[in-house]
């Protein structure tokens, strides 16, 4: 390719709305451009590194055992229906209707339709096992598109699905799935973690997600892990051991009485007016789960982790009151308590959920729906009825100790590429999915679902291999493998050499691009390092000692050599990538 003919512009600056650096890099080097928040062209360099990608997985679930297909992108409701997600779904789910006024949807992820093209086919358990795979654009109206292909509304990812006829052999396809996917991601060039997680809107029991760790922001999960055992999880499914505190207030309060606490609307205003560690408060908050009122308890010191209250309290949808809905829970219930004086007493009818810290808690302080009072000396059956729910709700943080052996835990940011969940029969049951056994008998798959990102993916390299003059592709998803820069188009000598070396890394298989724009030596470099090319090969001034220049991009390094040495370096380091 003819840097000339090159189907690409560079910009000076970082596209406006860029907040994190693979949007930054990937926009201001011309391999994306946006149409709508959340929905972008991938220019010819990107489709490359995309298509890359894309084999890399193509090839590992081939040989895996998958098998590829492809399902529409446009879907009918009945299905969604069937599954009883049409209506939970929510927002995400892209929906429209055709000239007949039929309700579709825009798949955001494909479970109902390669259940309903399964249980027309799989109908022996002579037939199972089978693992169906797709790498298909998906649309989300996600609620906040952001960080370029990081986050968008239209993405592309490849989804698989398995079918078993027992949890043994979704075990087994889901080790073999972790395992295909650890390979997939050294493929591409991307150290990732492996963490257990919450299953989340798609459902099912068990899953795992595959994290890119960085220290950006580009990291929207924290994952919690421990450095003695191999223990990691996502923030919204981490547990943890506390340290010792002070659970029982027994030193400060003789008796159980209601205290006047004036203007104590915070747990540091409180702890500080009754001068006690905020470990003796137990904390009341009200959160709107699916549109109804939910009341979470937690010792003070600690936050409620929102997904797992919301997995708690069975919903789907999660959000913190508004301070107008705590006042009319209050005039419904017949108080008039401001927030901070919340507590779960006389809230009939409501949803209680006490985090396990509570069930520690003696002789503590909680609110009573009275401003400026609080009860105080309290203990469990003074606030626990027999309704409350007892779950873990707490978001873990560092310094907590591991669960499995006792170690301290850390927390670090995480770019999710993929994930993979046991489904079970979440699917195959309400949309009667079912084989027949040996014995005539039928019964639902049991299912897996296996997630990747691949626009995510190529987003997620960059975020892991950059410096400040641009992107350092791993090579085995670079858009092309090395670019040759001829300082001086008009030099004779120079472009000979260029030439030369261009058509012989071409015949090679080296996927190269000459830089013959009759540009400045710096304005190639420039761009060089902006687009990320591994190798650089610069005919220059070196010629007259009969040498080129060769820079690797992954660590800045130059050397010096013949143009026979560096074909030869490029050659061989494109022969080593794995096929
Ligand atoms: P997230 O928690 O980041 O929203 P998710 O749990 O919704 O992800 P899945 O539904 O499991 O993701 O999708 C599988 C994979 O698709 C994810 O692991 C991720 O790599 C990718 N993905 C999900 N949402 C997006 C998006 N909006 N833009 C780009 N890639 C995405
Ligand atoms: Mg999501």
């Known amino acids: 390719m003819k840097m000339s003919k090159l189907f690409v512009q560079t910009l000076r600056e970082f596209p406006s709305d860029a907040e994190v650096v693979s949007h930054k890099m990937l926009g201001r080097a011309g391999f994306i451009k946006k149409l709508a928040p959340g929905v972008y062209t991938y220019m010819p360099l990107m489709w490359r590194v995309l298509k890359k990608v894309e084999n890399i997985v193509r090839e590992e679930m081939d040989r895996a055992g998958a098998q590829e297909l492809l399902m529409p992108f446009v879907q009918p409701k009945e299905l969604w229906e069937e599954s009883g997600r049409w209506e939970v779904y929510g927002k995400e789910l892209m929906r429209l209707k055709d000239r007949h006024d039929r309700d579709m949807c825009l798949g955001p992820t494909h479970e109902e339709i390669i259940t309903a093209v399964t249980r027309d086919v799989l109908k022996s358990y002579k037939q199972l096992p089978v693992n169906l795979y797709q790498i298909q654009s998906k649309f989300r109206d996600e609620i906040r598109p952001r960080y370029g292909l990081l986050r968008g509304r239209e993405f592309i990812m490849k989804d698989a699905y398995s079918f078993d006829i027992d949890e043994a052999g979704l075990d087994k396809e889901y080790q073999n799935m972790a395992q295909a996917y650890k390979k997939i991601f050294e493929r591409c060039g991307l150290a990732t973690k492996m963490v257990q997680s919450d299953s989340g809107a798609i459902g099912g029991s068990v899953s795992h997600e595959f994290m890119v760790i960085t220290d950006t922001d580009a990291g929207e999960n924290d994952v919690f ?9 996502n923030s919204n499914h981490a547990i943890s051991k506390l340290p010792p505190a002070t659970v029982d207030g027994k030193e400060y309060f003789k008796e159980k009485k209601i205290l006047d606490t004036p203007n104590t609307h915070s747990i540091e205003e409180l702890s500080e007016f009754l001068k006690i560690p905020s470990t003796l408060i137990l904390k009341s908050l009200i959160y709107i789960i699916d549109k109804k009122p939910v009341i979470a308890l937690i010792r003070a010191d600690k936050t409620v982790e929102e997904t797992k209250l919301m997995n708690a309290a069975g919903g789907i949808d999660i959000r913190i009151a508004t301070a107008g809905e705590i006042e009319e829970l209050m005039q419904e219930k017949g108080f008039t308590a401001e927030a901070g004086f919340i ?11 006490a985090d396990e810290t509570v069930y520690d808690m003696k002789n503590f302080v909680v609110g009573i729906n009275q401003t400026d009072k609080h009860l105080v000396g309290a203990n469990l059956e003074d606030v626990l009825t027999d309704e409350v729910i007892k779950a873990d709700i707490r978001l873990v943080e560092a310094g907590e100790f591991c669960p499995e052996c006792g170690k301290p835990l850390f927390v670090t940011k995480g770019i999710e ?18 084989y027949t056994d040996e014995n005539g008998q039928t019964h639902p798959y ?4 296996y997630g990747i990102g691949i626009s995510r993916t190529a987003a997620a390299a960059v975020e892991a291999h950059h410096d400040e003059h641009g992107i350092k592709w791993p090579l085995a998803i670079a858009p092309y493998q090395a670019v040759i820069v001829p300082v001086n188009i008009l030099d004779k000598q120079q472009m000979e050499v260029a030439e030369k070396v261009y058509a012989e890394l071409k015949s090679a298989g080296v996927e190269v691009v000459l830089d013959d724009r009759d540009e400045r030596a710096g304005v190639k470099f420039k761009d060089a390092d902006l687009i990320g090319f591994p190798y650089r090969i610069t005919a220059g001034k070196t010629l007259s000692e009969g040498l080129v220049e060769c820079k690797i991009r992954a660590t800045d390094e130059v050397l010096k050599l013949t143009p026979a040495e560096a074909v030869k370096l490029v050659k061989e380091a494109v022969e080593k990538l794995e096929k």
């Open 225 to 233: 892990y421990c450095n003695e055992c191999d223990y990691s999880a």
């Open 343 to 353: 507590g779960p007493n006389g809230m009939k009818g409501i949803k209680i959920i």
């Open 417 to 434: 590429v993929g994930n993979i969940f046991k489904l079970g029969t979440k699917y195959s049951k309400p949309m009667n999915a079912v």
């Open 446 to 449: 049991i299912m897996g679902c």
